[in-house]
């Protein structure tokens, strides 16, 4: 089943002029989203090049029919959920009638160019939102060398269920933010003597944590669990995702039942949503586990997905200090990943959230767990990059770092690659660290 058509060709350009060669957003992406028009209410758009195409508009001119027609008119409100709910088949039609509408040599790219200034807006003078009402959020643990990093560093080995469950908890949807957005460094409960009392001030170990996140689409009924081999169909797109982590106040707070406070405060996300058919041609088969790792249960097990269900996507964390940006240096380039590092393909991870029964909602957020190569560039988190503060980062301006100051702002991107085939990308997940807040101020021990 070839999972690749018209809309991947390589050759295909598009008349909107800052498309052709955009790092992330050529004609062949066509990510959906969620933006505000200068004057406008919110409703859904696609980002191509430097420009966002107004769903909105473009239904109410009348340019789409069919299933493209519904999947227009779903996307013309201010959240993505209804188009989500609508499955597979309305956002393919949408797909493919989008990229003959903005190719350059479309049969209707006159018409389609003489109302650019109702369909077509500079994303700089918008405002881009959340792409959807997120009612529930998730973070996995799939990353394995993660996982082995962060147990290690928190003393801990890899538990033995690690390889048999794809391991998560139920994450906080109330403080998800577009990219842009300041994260305000939380005030907590941590250990600033070994063996003393827990104190509470200000998180002295801000983290980020690189994790990839998976939009669901159709939701399935409670009670009712989604197959292995039906379960990449419930997903929607995905995104970049910042696990903002306040290491000092997870290190005391999560035993027993797991991180709370330490992640509540603030997660980032890029706020395109890159669809499953935007990333076909960068499908590749899942890593092959170590001959000594258990094979998983058969309900987490499908050849197809085994064989086509993993992504092979780039990533890349930078740092901008207060210093660097002040001498007007590039970013610091803290990492490079891959997606194929993920121990359980994003499949197998609705299949298990729904095996217990469990319903998912159009519009609930997975994350993957932090990405980590195998080596010490691949490291998704400063917890990994300084070994938990003992090997500082030091950067051009002469800063060094073990955590995040005040000032610092991570930089998440993506990009994906492949011979014969146009590159894609996510567009930036970034934030600012701000100051804590000082309406506790009173409570907060002096450091
Ligand atoms: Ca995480």
């Given at each position: 089943?070839?999972?690749?058509?018209?809309?991947h060709?390589?050759?295909?350009?598009c008349?909107?002029a800052?498309?052709?060669?955009?790092?992330?957003?050529p004609?062949?992406?066509?990510?959906?989203?969620?933006?505000?028009?200068?004057?406008?209410?919110?409703c859904?758009g696609?980002?191509?090049?430097?420009?966002?195409?107004?769903l909105r508009a473009?239904?109410?001119?009348?340019?789409?029919?069919?299933?493209?027609?519904?999947?227009?008119?779903?996307?013309?409100?201010?959240?993505?959920?209804?188009?989500?709910?609508?499955?597979?088949?309305p956002?393919?039609?949408?797909?493919?009638?989008?990229?003959?509408?903005l190719?350059s040599?479309?049969?209707?790219?006159?018409?389609?160019?003489?109302?650019?200034?109702r369909?077509?807006?500079?994303a700089a003078?918008?405002?881009?939102?959340?792409?959807?009402?997120?009612?529930?959020?998730t973070?996995?643990?799939?990353?394995?060398?993660?996982?082995?990093?962060?147990?290690?560093?928190?003393?801990?080995?890899?538990?033995?269920?690690?390889?048999?469950?794809?391991?998560?908890?139920?994450g906080?949807?109330?403080?998800?933010?577009p990219?842009?957005?300041?994260?305000?460094?939380?005030?907590?409960?941590?250990?600033?003597?070994?063996?003393g009392?827990?104190?509470?001030?200000?998180?002295?170990?801000?983290?980020?944590?690189?994790?990839?996140?998976?939009?669901?689409?159709s939701?399935?009924?409670?009670?009712?669990?989604?197959?292995?081999?039906?379960?990449?169909?419930?997903?929607?797109?995905?995104?970049l995702?910042?696990?903002?982590?306040?290491?000092?106040?997870?290190?005391?707070?999560?035993?027993?039942l797991?991180?709370?406070?330490?992640?509540?405060?603030?997660?980032?996300?890029?706020?395109?949503i890159?669809?499953?058919?935007?990333?076909a041609?960068?499908?590749?088969a899942?890593?092959?586990?170590p001959?000594?790792?258990p094979?998983?249960?058969?309900?987490?097990?499908?050849d197809?997905?085994?064989?086509?269900?993993?992504?092979?996507?780039?990533?890349?964390?930078?740092?901008?200090?207060?210093?660097?940006?002040?001498?007007?240096?590039?970013?610091?380039?803290?990492?490079?990943?891959?997606?194929?590092e993920?121990?359980?393909?994003?499949?197998?991870?609705?299949?298990h959230?729904?095996?217990?029964g469990?319903?998912?909602?159009p519009?609930?957020?997975?994350?993957?767990?932090?990405?980590?190569?195998?080596?010490?560039?691949?490291?998704?988190s400063?917890l990994?990059?300084?070994?938990?503060?003992?090997k500082?980062?030091?950067?051009?301006?002469?800063?060094?770092?073990?955590?995040?100051?005040?000032?610092?702002?991570?930089?998440?991107?993506?990009?994906?690659?492949?011979?014969?085939?146009?590159?894609?990308?996510f567009?930036?997940?970034?934030?600012?660290?701000?100051?804590?807040?000082?309406?506790?101020?009173?409570?907060?021990?002096?450091?």
């Amino acid at each position: 089943m070839s999972l690749l058509d018209e809309t991947h060709d390589p050759a295909r350009q598009c008349w909107v002029a800052s498309a052709e060669g955009h790092p992330d957003f050529p004609i062949q992406n066509l990510p959906l989203g969620v933006f505000s028009p200068p004057h406008g209410e919110a409703c859904g758009g696609v980002a191509i090049g430097d420009a966002i195409f107004d769903l909105r508009a473009a239904a109410a001119a009348a340019m789409f029919s069919g299933a493209a027609q519904l999947a227009a008119a779903a996307a013309s409100g201010p959240t993505l959920n209804p188009l989500m709910a609508l499955g597979k088949e309305p956002r393919v039609a949408l797909r493919k009638r989008l990229s003959e509408l903005l190719r350059s040599d479309g049969a209707e790219r006159k018409t389609v160019q003489g109302l650019s200034s109702r369909l077509l807006h500079y994303a700089a003078d918008c405002v881009i939102h959340l792409p959807a009402a997120i009612g529930n959020y998730t973070d996995f643990f799939a990353g394995i060398h993660h996982a082995t990093n962060a147990s290690r560093l928190f003393g801990l080995g890899l538990t033995p269920n690690y390889k048999y469950v794809p391991i998560a908890y139920h994450g906080r949807a109330s403080s998800l933010r577009p990219s842009g957005t300041s994260v305000r460094r939380p005030n907590g409960q941590r250990i600033l003597e070994i063996g003393g009392p827990p104190r509470f001030g200000p998180c002295q170990k801000l983290d980020h944590e690189f994790e990839f996140g998976v939009w669901i689409g159709s939701g399935n009924d409670l009670g009712d669990p989604v197959s292995i081999s039906r379960a990449a169909d419930h997903i929607f797109g995905y995104c970049l995702l910042n696990d903002w982590s306040a290491r000092d106040v997870q290190a005391w707070e999560m035993q027993p039942l797991g991180p709370f406070l330490s992640k509540n405060f603030a997660t980032t996300i890029s706020p395109w949503i890159v669809t499953p058919e935007a990333l076909a041609p960068f499908r590749t088969a899942q890593s092959v586990r170590p001959k000594d790792d258990p094979q998983p249960l058969p309900y987490l097990w499908d050849d197809y997905d085994q064989r086509e269900g993993a992504l092979n996507i780039e990533l890349e964390a930078s740092l901008l200090t207060p210093g660097l940006k002040a001498q007007r240096k590039s970013p610091h380039r803290l990492s490079v990943a891959n997606t194929r590092e993920l121990y359980w393909t994003f499949a197998q991870m609705v299949a298990h959230h729904t095996s217990s029964g469990c319903n998912l909602l159009p519009g609930d957020l997975f994350g993957s767990g932090t990405i980590s190569g195998p080596t010490s560039e691949g490291c998704g988190s400063m917890l990994e990059l300084t070994q938990n503060g003992k090997k500082p980062i030091r950067v051009a301006s002469g800063e060094s770092r073990t955590y995040l100051e005040d000032g610092d702002e991570i930089i998440l991107r993506a990009i994906c690659r492949r011979a014969g085939y146009a590159s894609i990308g996510f567009g930036e997940c970034r934030g600012v660290i701000l100051p804590p807040s000082r309406s506790l101020s009173q409570n907060v021990d002096p450091v």
